[in-house]
Nanobody, 125 residues
């Protein structure tokens, strides 16, 4: 079983930036496809971004394209989510997720095997 621990959340003003990190332990990190999801109060969890094993292929939701960037450092067993130009509507608990089979990346919650506990991001207007 793989363990995922997110960090880097916090309170930021609109237009600001945050970088989330997700440290992964328990298995060979570069075997895993990784993703970021978020859940705002009263809403369902939604896809944010995903990345392939090598980091060479990524996908992101239309709502964050051009503002958020997913990346990974396989030497550090860590996946990142750089968030720029933050908006109040980005306020949510952000989760990282891992999948140990398949190819490239996945964008649906049910396609992932393991989840972190989440980190809160609050964007004030």
């Amino acid at each position: 079983q793989v363990q995922l621990v997110e960090s880097g959340g916090g309170l930021v003003q609109a237009g600001g930036s945050l970088r989330l990190s997700c440290a992964v332990s328990g298995r060979t990190f570069n075997n895993y496809l990784m993703g970021w999801f978020r859940q705002a109060p009263g809403k369902e969890r939604e896809f944010v971004a995903a990345i392939s094993r090598s980091g060479g292929s990524t996908s992101s939701a239309d709502s964050v394209k051009g503002r958020f960037t997913i990346s990974r450092d396989n030497a550090k067993n860590t996946v990142y989510l750089q968030m720029n130009s933050l908006k109040p509507e980005d306020t949510a608990v952000y989760y990282c997720a891992a999948r140990n089979s398949g190819r490239l990346y996945y964008t649906h919650e049910y396609e992932y095997d393991s989840w972190g506990q989440g980190t809160q991001v609050t964007v004030s207007s």
